[in-house]
């Protein structure tokens, strides 16, 4: 179940599969795919299943099927480091593209994309610096100054919620005044425990649902004895 | 016999070797391995130096003759220096540890000294270099120094794997460990020897007397019934000390260290530059200092947690006091023996209990250390993780072939029952990841060529040799003054918990956040304000051991007909009386539960005295059962006694419902579903991954490969249980929760006992003595049985409450 929020006056979408949807633009937005992560640890001797590139495909073919966008836009970090020729996993990818040929995909640029503008060219996507669009600027960090409210991600942010004894950790949608900050699309990717601001609005993924959540109060110390 | 040499060294330092020394170095003449059992500082390490010694004079050792394994790589320097006083030969013994610079390493290397010093875990890295074979079949004797360290643990597990492949080099190779007394060194002995080796079991000098004496406070109406700090008996430990040349104080916890080492300084006039702090998270250079001073005989008070249960002889130390429960009679038993070191001395410890139902728990280890129960140490079973590390050491080691190693495997206590398949798993995932080769593409660690199996790459080799060894701790954040200059490590969760500014006291100073950077707290002195906080570290908090838990039974049971109780019962009289006014002491054959109603709700109480893990997993089982029969919500609390049930609303409890909710029937089924049996397996993955070689740790300050392949566990667990959940380290990890956070086994002892017991069920209109605690002790957790989604929108609106 997704969640429908107003952000610059303009109707969002936040998906369970950590994605956005814009109504509007049929525009569906994702960041922080970090394709071939897994072959990289690998590489390093550490054995990671190569069925996680599988499952970020297959959720995006659902999400493509479920809202049939006109355009895919990918908020940076498309891959985690610039492929060889030989890796599987590219073929597996452009294997995937080309049964969406005629989906426009723009891709911004991030900071694992770097020197990856010719091949993300060659896999028939568009790269991008940012992408301007009223209201809204799309950047892999939205921090900063940008010509349009940004919407990026980068941070993979994830919120510590305590349920008993047990801590619950959860992908979120960080909106803050300034920025909207996407969780992390692959599976593969790790989050980062935010530390939220008081006015920040937080939308957990928590299973099949988006749920708001709202911020602490920044830490107080617990006294212990 | 040519003792002569050694002999004339001792005499030269007007001692007499002892008999058991010399069995120890005829034995080792005659080829014989074995294990020298006695406690810490009584003459130990020359038993088992001497039959090197004597054997020098005859026949003076090549290069890389000998091998000295300590657990501590602290203690490796005062070792050596130990190792080499009597030697008057030209040969000499060298350290080697994590902390030795690469030019000597180098040296090591071209020209291997006569004996190392050494760890487990550097032993390990030397099975791992190519020419292994070569330079450690010349070994003619290996000795691991305070065994009942690494029995226990993984680290053990490895050095069996070593040890293993030391012998299957050399078969005639000598092994002999030192040990303190266990509850099960025949055990311990397989597992040096191997499983099918006879050892000679020699006995030191024990048991040196031990007396083991309370502080007990006048009057028990000011006595916290309640677990507390027990800082209320300070004017008399002050008293104590001052009375004392040299105190070894122990406690229980890190956090409860730096709470008395404040307390104590802050009261020493004139002394209070005499008081050091010793705990596992501070500073390794700042510990050392503190042992250096403490054994030159300048220090008045170190404050102490196990960080010094073992260890050289500190001889200036002529008292020690244990403050809290004693936990475990094995572990006061070598504190005691911190004192009063020269050889048939007595030892003496003073216990300050941190609430009256301790004063039980001392009556209890006095009789205990008297019938000399004494706790054993269990031995790890077939750990794939430290299995699949192996093979990647092997494989580096000048490789193996898959035929001869099952063999070898099986040559330790820990694998003796290692099936085919398994190994063949384990070989399996290091060579291409596990059962099928198209989950991992790409991967390989070792690689195997016509039978013989070899490390994939020399990146692989520099990476697997960078995270060797199994020692595992919490990911830790260093605590750094701002302008350089280490305090310690201490948990990351604690440091997050921070904002800069926030005072904390650590390392015994109160301190001040600044702020964190490059995985350290930079800090500096806090002025004049109390500090707020004190870290609580994870870990660290010991169940009360069986064989004790089973003395304070007896002894309870005693205290209903003797007439003479002894100090301590005498002075908890009244609260026993308490107890069976309102309810009934529990015993040997007679458990005890209890329930009663408050503002709060229902509660229950029900004492099997099995250990707070146990009662932790019985709090859950017991909750989970009845609410299968009627849904309702429980809060839980336990201790080391027993454990609480309640609810808000009533439940009825009958004796013919408790005896089903204590049923052995389906426990595993149940306890697992209790527990949230996979949310604990996600954390305990974490040493398993590690030691499997599944996250890399790096180094602060490493080359960016490190930091592009860092994952937390957690991810790497989720990602396992999706794509290749039928792996075997995973139900290691689940495993491992059952045995060591719940300790299964134990449950399942206590439940099969408490079936031929007495049950008394009371309803009690006044909380009693051994329910208060509980009650007290707000440390509840709840039951959830609902689903993720759920969790978190609840979770979600505590923190609307909350905010």
């Not at chain 1, 069925?51 to 355009?71: A, F, G, M, T």
């Not at chain 2, 090197?52 to 300590?70: H, K, M, N, Q």
């Not at chain 2, 350290?95 to 090591?108: K, L, P, Q």
């Amino acid at each position: 179940m997704s969640l429908e929020v107003f952000i610059a006056n303009e109707s969002l979408r936040f998906l369970p599969e950590r994605a956005l949807y814009w109504p509007r633009r049929h525009t569906l937005l994702l960041s922080d795919l970090h394709l071939g992560k897994d072959q990289v640890f690998r590489d390093h001797g550490i054995p990671i299943p190569a069925s996680v590139l599988q499952e970020d495909l297959s959720r995006l073919e659902h999400l493509i099927s479920e809202y049939k966008p006109h355009r895919l836009v990918i908020l940076g970090d498309l891959v985690h480091t610039k492929p060889r020729a030989l890796d599987r996993w590219v073929q597996r990818f452009q294997h995937w593209r080309g049964r969406y040929g005629e989906l426009q995909i723009d891709v911004v640029l991030g900071n694992h994309d770097r020197g990856m503008e010719d091949i993300i060219d060659q896999w028939n996507m568009v790269p991008h610096q940012q992408i301007v669009e009223e209201p809204f600027c799309f950047v892999h960090d939205p921090r900063g100054e940008h010509p349009g409210f940004p919407i990026g991600g980068h941070v993979h942010p994830t919120l510590k919620l305590q349920d008993g004894p047990a801590t619950l950790r959860v992908p979120v949608f960080w909106v803050r005044t300034d920025s909207t900050i996407l969780p992390a699309f692959g599976v593969f990717t790790g989050g980062h425990d935010i530390r939220p601001d008081p006015t920040d609005r937080l939308f957990a993924v928590a299973g099949n649902e988006v749920v708001e959540t709202t911020p602490i109060k920044p830490g107080q110390p617990r006294v212990s004895s | 016999m040519t003792s002569s040499f050694l002999e004339r060294w001792f005499e030269s330092r007007g001692w007499t070797p002892f008999d058991f020394q010399r069995e120890a170095w005829e034995a080792y003449l005659a080829g014989e391995s074995g294990i020298v059992h006695a406690p810490t500082g009584t003459g130990k390490t020359l038993a088992l130096w001497g039959g090197p010694l004597l054997e020098s004079v005859d026949d003076p050792p090549g290069p890389g003759a000998y091998l000295w394994i300590t657990p501590l790589r602290a203690l490796a320097a005062d070792t050596t220096r130990n190792l080499n006083a009597p030697i008057e030969a030209d040969w000499s013994v060298e350290t080697r540890t994590g902390d030795t610079s690469a030019s000597i390493r180098a040296r090591h290397r071209r020209k291997p000294p006569p004996a190392l010093v050494t760890t487990p875990e550097s032993l390990a890295l030397m099975v791992s270099y190519a020419d292994a074979d070569r330079r450690l079949s010349r070994l003619k004797a290996v000795f691991i120094d305070e065994w009942h360290e690494l029995v226990g643990n993984k680290r053990g597990v490895l050095l069996q794997l070593c040890l293993a492949r030391l012998r299957a080099l050399n078969p005639r190779l000598r092994i002999w460990g030192s040990s303190a007394t266990l509850g099960n060194l025949d055990e311990a002995m397989q597992a040096l020897l191997g499983p099918t080796r006879a050892g000679r079991l020699i006995r030191g000098l024990v048991p040196k007397r031990i007396e083991i004496e309370s502080l007990r406070p006048a009057s028990i109406e000011r006595f916290p019934w309640a677990g507390h700090l027990g800082i209320k008996l300070l004017p008399q430990v002050l008293e104590r000390l001052s009375n004392a040349q040299t105190t070894l104080l122990f406690t229980n916890t890190r956090n409860q260290a730096e709470l008395w080492f404040q307390a104590i300084q802050s009261c020493a006039a004139g002394w209070a530059e005499r008081v050091e702090l010793h705990h596992g998270s501070i500073d390794r250079a700042l510990r050392q200092s503190t042992e250096t001073r403490l054994a030159a005989g300048e220090l008045r008070c170190v404050v102490a947690t196990s960080s010094l249960d073992l260890g050289i002889d500190f001889s200036p130390v002529d008292q020690v006091i244990q403050v809290g429960s004693p936990k475990g009679i094995a572990r006061l038993m070598q504190r005691a023996g911190r004192s009063g070191h020269q050889p048939g001395a007595v030892s003496r410890v003073l216990c300050v209990p941190t609430n009256a139902l301790e004063l039980i728990e001392v009556a209890a280890a006095r009789r205990a250390v008297r019938d000399g129960s004494i706790e054993p140490r269990q031995v790890p079973l077939q750990c794939l993780d430290v299995l699949a590390q192996f093979l990647v050491t092997r494989a580096l080691g000048g490789g193996f072939r898959k035929a001869e190693l099952l063999p070898e495997i099986r040559d330790t206590y820990s694998y003796r029952t290692l099936s085919e398949a398994q190994l063949d798993w384990a070989v399996a995932f290091v060579e291409h990841g596990g059962d099928t080769l198209q989950t991992y593409p790409a991967y390989h660690k070792i690689v195997c060529e016509n039978g013989v199996c070899r490390g994939a790459s020399k990146r692989i080799g520099t990476l697997h040799r960078m995270s060797i060894g199994t020692i595992t701790s919490d990911s830790a954040i260093a605590v750094r003054w701002v302008r350089g200059g280490m305090l310690g490590l201490v948990e990351e969760s604690f440091i997050a918990r921070l904002k800069p500014g926030d005072r904390f006291q650590f390392a015994g100073r109160n301190l001040e956040l600044v702020r964190v950077r490059d995985m350290a707290a930079q800090v500096r002195l806090a002025r004049g304000t109390r500090p707020n906080t004190v870290p609580r570290w994870l870990g660290g908090r010991l169940p009360l051991s069986t064989e004790l838990a089973d003395a304070v039974l007896e002894i309870l049971e005693d205290a209903r007909t003797a007439s003479d109780l002894g100090p301590e019962l005498a002075t908890v009289r009244e609260l026993l009386e308490l107890q069976c006014e309102r309810s009934e002491l529990p015993g040997p054959g007679r458990l005890i539960a209890e329930t009663a109603t408050s503002r709060e709700g229902s509660h229950l109480f029900i004492y099997p005295f099995a250990g707070r893990l146990v009662h932790e997993g019985l709090a859950a089982l017991v909750a989970y059962r009845f609410g299968r029969l009627r849904p309702a919500s429980f809060t839980l609390s336990a201790n080391d006694y027993g454990f609480e049930l309640a609810s808000p609303k009533p439940f009825e409890v009958t004796e013919s419902l408790l005896r089903r909710a204590l049923d052995t029937t389906s426990l595993m089924e149940d306890m697992l579903a209790a527990m949230n049996a996979s949310e604990m397996a996600r954390r305990k993955f974490r040493d398993i991954a590690r030691i499997a070689g599944l996250v890399f740790q790096g180094y602060p300050g490493q080359a960016k490969t490190a930091r592009q392949i860092q994952a937390s566990s957690g991810l790497i667990y989720d990602v396992l249980c999706r794509f290749d959940a039928g792996n075997p380290l995973l139900a290691q990890a689940r495993q491992e929760v059952l045995e060591g956070e719940l300790e299964f086994r134990r449950m399942r002892e206590a439940l099969e006992q408490i079936e031929s017991m007495a049950l008394v069920l009371t309803h009690t209109e006044r909380l009693t003595p051994l329910a208060f605690p509980l009650w007290a002790d707000r440390l509840r957790h709840s039951l959830s049985s609902e689903d993720w989604a759920a969790r978190v929108r609840r979770a979600a609106r505590a923190l609307e409450r909350a905010s």
